[in-house]
């Protein structure tokens, strides 16, 4: 039986999505697309020839009953919607995985998806390694760091002004911000997601230093993740998303990764 997928978030990641169930990558039926401004999901519906419902609120995904459903939004997305979907016994594909450093809708999680058994995927996203860091986290991780350098472009503006910096003055690679991840999340919602999937896969809250480069045509994320049995550093160089900036192509092409293993009729699977 072919998995219905719901997408909430017809951005950049949600166009790369439906483009990969429009061409048969990702073998599922998408039922329905909602967004804060419905004309994107018009736009993605046209590529799927099937028809495909443009939802106003949850209660209209609840009724088309997906299998799975991608959040592709944002932070809120996150706390508006993936309880109730992980309540009603729905699998939720999480990509604003920043909101999953609030302590508190973490553990609510936990105990929906406990009792009604649907479970929480965080794709690997911008980053690679996942796969060793979360093995050498079963015995202990001694120290995580994260260092993200993307082009001015990809800050919000009144962010960079909060902290005292005009973004119109950084002529060179410059440091924006430094502290624990908790913090960089709240502060760079759009910007580093990938440091939550890092806090989530070592049990550890990592130290995190934020760079803005008015030269940089790439997003760099450089990740050092020390333990007893292994030193682990890695470094990403990414495209971004022809779209979307902030975000890098690789993301999208994880959730891609993700939903074939999730929907394809596949038998091996690698580094998982
Ligand atoms: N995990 C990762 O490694 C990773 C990497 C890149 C991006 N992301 C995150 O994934 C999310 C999507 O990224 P993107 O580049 O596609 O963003 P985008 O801005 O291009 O698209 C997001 C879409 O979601 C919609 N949206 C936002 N909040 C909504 C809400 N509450 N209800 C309905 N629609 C809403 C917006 O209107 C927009 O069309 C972002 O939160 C981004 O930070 C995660």
Redesign the pocket.
């Known amino acids: 039986m072919m998995k219905r997928l719901a997408l909430?978030?017809?951005?950049?990641?949600?166009?790369v999505i439906v483009d990969a169930i429009a061409r048969g990558e990702i073998e599922a039926k998408l039922v329905a697309l909602?967004?804060?401004?419905p004309d994107?999901c018009t736009s993605l519906a046209k590529k799927i020839s099937e028809e495909v419902k443009i939802c106003k609120d949850i209660e209209c995904i609840f009724e088309l009953k997906p299998h799975i459903v991608v959040?592709?939004?944002?932070?809120?997305?996150v706390r508006?919607?993936v309880p109730a979907l992980v309540g009603r016994g729905i699998d939720v594909v999480?990509?604003?995985?920043?909101a999953l450093l609030e302590k508190k809708l973490l553990n609510e999680l936990i105990e929906l998806s406990r009792a009604s058994k649907a479970r929480i995927y965080?794709?690997?996203?911008?980053?690679g390694g996942i796969d060793a860091v979360k093995a050498i986290g079963i015995v202990g991780v001694k120290k995580v760091v994260l260092r993200t350098t993307k082009n001015v472009k990809a800050f919000d503006p009144n962010t960079l002004k909060q902290l005292g910096i005009d973004p119109n003055k950084i002529t060179h690679r410059t440091i924006v911000f430094q502290g624990p991840a908790s913090v960089a999340t709240k502060m760079f919602?759009?910007?580093i997601?990938?440091v939550?999937?890092l806090a989530l896969a070592t049990g550890m809250e990592p130290y995190v230093e934020i760079y803005a480069d008015p030269e940089a045509d790439s997003n760099v994320h450089e990740i050092e993740v020390e333990s007893n049995v292994s030193k682990i550093y890695i470094k990403m160089v990414n495209r971004p998303?022809p779209?979307?900036p902030?975000?890098?192509y690789i993301?999208?092409l994880?959730v891609i990764k993700l939903l074939k293993q999730l929907c394809n009729n596949d038998a091996l699977y690698v580094g998982v």
């Open positions: 909430i978030g017809c951005g950049a990641i949600g166009s909602m967004d804060m401004h994107r959040e592709a939004a944002s932070q809120e997305a508006e919607y999480v990509l604003s995985v920043g965080v794709p690997s996203g911008a980053i919602p759009a910007n997601n990938v939550a999937t998303h779209q979307n902030r975000t890098s993301a999208a994880s």
